[in-house]
């Protein structure tokens, strides 16, 4: 699995619409609104390089709103404890 992070710039007024929409876009699975230079982020994950480059250039990208984006590959995960179980609150 290939987890990615795509950030991104919206244009005003527009964030909240666009993270509910971008929930909606296969191989999405969490966004954040985020301080600093971007408005969002969005982690992806997908099986294979190729998905990646268009789901990013031809889906997401392309959506209403974007002024920008920019996207990091992870290599590696660390974690002091299992990643799914992070918003695990029990049962």
């Known amino acids: 699995m290939i987890t990615a992070f795509v950030m991104f710039t919206i244009q005003p007024g527009q964030v909240k619409q666009f993270a509910e929409r971008l929930l909606d876009v296969d ?3 969490e966004v954040y609104s985020v301080s600093g230079p971007f408005d969002l982020v969005a982690v992806v994950r997908v099986k ?6 268009d789901l990013v250039t031809q889906h997401i990208a392309q959506l209403d709103g974007v002024i920008r984006t920019e996207t990091l590959i992870a290599f590696r995960a660390y974690s ?3 990643p799914g179980l992070t918003w695990d609150v029990g049962g």
Request: charged share 40%.
């Open 80 to 82: 002091k404890r299992d």
């Open 48 to 53: 294979h390089h190729e998905e990646l480059a």
């Open 27 to 29: 191989g999405v699975s």
